[in-house]
């Protein structure tokens, strides 16, 4: 029984919670006359009331009862300070040991991550050097922390990650400082330290390294151990490893075991590149069918891009449209435009390499490669391809073949028939067929009037028509729709000058050199009257293109003009030594050295020029007279009696011939005086018919003589030959007339480099070398890049 529990009434959980002392009561507070006028008055006296009311203020205040014990100071008389603000500031917080061990491997583990994260900063705002010493520093810090854990009995506690990121961030640093003999030995440390887990993964850094140092078998051993220590649920991983193992057996020139890399990758995570590269291996072992197949497979790769028209507005939706107007030009966007842009890079590439190779000839390959990319998704690149082709012909020299291919494109859509019409404008321009350039241009204009390659063709075929304020007008619209395009601004140079808008000139000059340094071109269009200018601007011509004889002989004449002959003489002698065929720079030379007294050297000059200029006896005569001022007499009569043979009518031959045979006592002197009078004679009869009516004839010979010396086209050359003849008539020497005739007969052959050309207009057009073998000309602005 004394187990049996009798049932009772089951007691109330919640009684008692009701209860309440009514000196707690709040409500009841307003009604209390005391504590009223407690409140109103800040230092009024309580009144006295039968109820302690101390506990009541301290709850209301600090929002819990009083203690039990505790009595209140506030008596009678005493100042209101429920915030107890008459004790004064608390008192401080007590300040943290630092000088403990744990407080001191805290700061320095801090220290350590903070130089970590300053290293990496420093690396990528490009400051490699600096990188390396935080990371070196983080290095020393860090040592010092193991030493203080050991120190303090705590070496179990050692902080592995900081340590793995010290080491891998200094192996990186010295890798991009490339002391790579440092790096691969803090690689080395960090892959044979078993505690660190993954490590081996760095084998692919030192692999990498191994590449930069043109050590393949090593780079190969070191990506496939990586590739074995990662296992097969890093898929991409993986497949990046074997993408490098196949480039550098590229490098190796194994391509079979590339192809085998590149293979697999195909069939495992096909991509653009990968593809790319599988196509030219095949092509460096001549394996025709197994380029079709991998040019099929790599039009078929998928971008994983999403389809263009997600990108246009929508006008029914308003929140559509906002949507699409904030993400169609994100970094997503642009990312998805650059990734399509170098897939059709290497699809045309690739088309333009193997045309000519898979079938007997180009035109097939090239019609096998437009089929099969208008059955892929790439249809847009079929036109392109089509433009490739007629520029292959172009490389044939088979103008007609390229003409008809690109006229094939005037119903085509308006992209295509502008890049077509201009690449026709520019051909014909080229052929200096201006009306048909000048159609071209306007047809390419009307398929898409912000062209720049197009504005710029019809700009040029108003520049040789001498049209200079249209000209300019179209330059300064290309240069509105395309700000880069260097050929507008060169030639609205160009038109300034044709208009003697020489400030304005130079302004362009100047903006187009701020854009290419390195331009010889431009530098040359910036020579300015003032002579030092000039030399400073040739010399930074010079800097850039070292072996132009053109600027050479530029620098040499204005280095004469300042009367600066040994200067003068270097450059003037460097470009005779680049080229050797300058009428003008052999005529100085040969000048130079009879002024300075050394003849035997002139004759070598002078002797080169009649070679260039057989037809003119004014070389031969300066030969004859540098034996005859060198003393050789005997090489100077034969000289004169070969040129009286080729020139029997020319007088200051017979001359000389008479004075010499006199000088050395021979028989053929009367000979040659009686042809001399005949000479002489004719001379006056033609002077004679030239005075009874004929001086417009004889001006007109005049004429045609003068222009025959000047065939360079540059009435700058004649002006300069005729002061170097001058100089050599005045050179000091004997009594008799020097013999040089007037420079109206100089023809020289030669044309410059940086002369007239230069002044010609830039066209739409762009200049590249492929394969090291032959110029191509990209016409046009609209193909792709190779």
Known sequence: MEHVHLAVEEEDLYSGYNDYNPTFDSEELENDVGFQQAVRISHGR????????????????????????????LTRGSTFDPLGQSRGPAAPLEAKNEDTPEEKIKILEKKVNDLIKESCMAQSSGASQLALEKAKEAGRKERTLVRQREHSGNADHINLDLTYSVLLNLANQYANNDMFPE?????????????????????????????????????????????????????????????????????????????????????????????????????????????????????????????????LPSH????????????????????????????????????????????????????????????????????????????????QKDFNQAVETLKTFEKKDSRVKSAAATNLSFLYFLEK???????????????????????INKANTMFVKQDYEKAGELYKEALRNDSSFTEALYNLGLTYKGLNHLEEALDCFLKLHA??????????????????????????????????????????????????KSQAFQYYYESFRYFPSNIDVIEWLGAYYIETQFCEKAIQYFERATLIQPTQVKWQLMVASCYRRSGNYQRALETYKDIHRKFPENMECLRFLVRLCTDMGLKEVQEYATKLKKAEKMKEIREQRGKSGREGSARSRREGREGSAGSTGDSNNNNKRERLSAKMRSLPGSNEPYEASSPKEIDASYVDPLGPQMERPKTGAKKRVEDDDFADEELGDDLLPE
Request: one cysteine or more; glycine letters at 4%.
């Open 433 to 455: 067929d201006y009306d048909q350039a000048d159609r071209y241009a306007d047809l390419a204009m009307t398929a898409d009037r912000y062209n720049p390659a197009a504005i």
């Open 183 to 311: 790096a691969l030995n803090s690689y080395q440390v960090i892959v044979k330290n078993k505690m660190f887990s993954n490590a081996g993964r760095l084998k692919v850094n030192m692999a990498n390294i191994y590449v930069k140092q043109k050590s393949y078998p090593k780079a190969i051993k070191f990506y496939r151990m990586a590739l074995d220590q990662i296992s097969n649920a890093h898929k991409e991983m993986r497949i990046k490893i074997m993408q490098n193992i196949g480039v550098v057996f590229v490098r190796m020139g194994q391509y079979s075991d590339a192809i085998t890399s590149f293979e697999h990758i195909m069939s495992e995570s096909p991509n653009i590149k990968t593809g790319f590269n599988l196509i030219l291996c095949y092509y460096a072992i001549g394996d025709r069918e197994r380029m079709k197949k991998a040019f099929q497979k790599l039009i078929s790769v998928p971008l994983g891009v999403d389809d263009e028209d997600k990108y």
């Open 316 to 395: 029914d939706d308003t929140d559509s449209e906002m949507v699409i107007e904030a993400i169609k030009n994100d970094k997503l966007h642009q990312m998805e435009r650059d990734l399509k842009v170098l897939a059709e890079k290497y699809i045309m590439t690739a088309a333009k390499l193997i045309a000519p190779a898979i079938e007997t000839s180009f035109v097939t390959g090239f019609d096998w490669c437009v089929d099969m990319v208008k059955s892929s998704h790439y249809v847009e690149l079929a036109n392109d391809l089509e433009i490739n082709k007629a520029i292959t012909y172009l490389r």
């Open 46 to 73: 309580r009144p006295p009331v039968s109820t302690d009311y101390s506990e009541i203020y301290h709850y209301i205040i600090f929002g819990f009862p009083i203690a039990a014990g505790y009595t209140s100071s």
């Open 515 to 564: 854009i290419l340094r390195n331009s010889a071109q431009v530098m040359y269009q910036l020579l300015l009257e003032e002579p030092q200018q000039a030399i400073e601007w040739l010399i930074q011509v010079l800097s850039v293109t070292h072996t132009d004889p053109r600027a050479l002989a530029k620098l040499g004449e204005l280095y004469d003009g300042e009367g600066d």
